[in-house]
């Protein structure tokens, strides 16, 4: 199976910051990388898929890069609404795995 | 629209069954993959199984193979997931989600709580 690592587990910043998680695969996973976005009580939302594709009515302010086994989401301009969590997914192979999540706090 | 919508969930004894529905609408449900994917209360997201648009592929995580069966009926627009011999440890809340054509998940329902206690 391949294990998705994500870092940090969690961070704290402020409103108008820019913050990047990484994402790396336990093996290569070309680009079949996507990243969610889930709030408190809420389910996941996609954001990015094929590693840096936003999905549509995503803002630009995300941005997602990487290829093979090393990823990273980038967030512009941290606003309110962004603080959640974020997971990494590979899809290249089943057993999908997800990544144990990042948590964007505010500082 | 897409929508997504789960039912089924509840309590229920170790040792007891379940079944969950996802009722889909605002698409061609027939030419989709779908999963279920769950999530254990103050835990990260861990997917369950997956199946073709005819069934033709289903794969499940080692967690709950043998003991949960995804199915769907394309007529009825509907996906599901028989649960049988469950544990405590398979308390979560479970979504299903469409897998589009790249193998993406693009749209996930609300979820539905699943909770084996005695």
């Known amino acids: 199976d391949i294990q998705m690592t994500q870092s940090p587990s969690s961070l704290s910043a402020s409103v108008g910051d820019r913050v990047t998680i990484t994402c790396r695969a336990s093996?290569?996973?070309?680009?079949?990388l996507a990243w969610f976005q889930q709030k408190s009580g809420k389910a996941p939302k996609s954001l990015i898929y094929?590693?840096?594709t936003l999905q549509s009515g995503v803002p630009s302010k995300f941005s997602g890069s990487g290829s093979g086994t090393d990823f990273t989401l980038t967030i512009n301009n941290l606003q309110p609404e962004d603080f959640a969590t974020y997971y990494c997914?590979?899809?290249?192979?089943?057993?999908?795995?997800f990544g144990g999540g990042t948590k964007v706090e505010i500082k | 629209e897409v929508l997504l919508v789960e039912s089924g969930g509840g309590l229920v004894k170790p040792g007891g069954s379940l079944r969950l529905s996802c009722a889909a609408s605002?698409?061609?449900?027939?030419?989709?993959?779908m999963k279920w994917v769950r999530q254990a209360p103050g835990k990260g997201l861990e997917w369950v199984s997956s199946?073709?648009?005819?069934?033709?592929?289903?794969y499940y995580a080692d967690s709950v193979k043998g003991r949960f069966t995804i199915s769907r009926d394309n007529a009825q627009n509907s996906l599901y997931l028989q649960m049988n011999s469950l544990r405590a440890e398979d308390t979560a809340v479970y979504y299903c989600?469409?897998?589009?054509?790249?193998?993406?998940?693009?749209?996930w329902g609300q979820g539905t709580l699943v909770s084996v206690s005695s």
């Open positions: 094929a590693a840096s």
């Open positions: 605002g698409f061609t449900f027939s030419s989709y993959s």
């Open positions: 093996q290569g996973i070309s680009n079949y």
């Open positions: 199946t073709s648009p005819s069934s033709s592929y289903i």
């Open positions: 997914q590979q899809y290249n192979s089943y057993p999908f795995t």
């Open positions: 989600a469409r897998i589009d054509h790249g193998g993406n998940s693009d749209f």
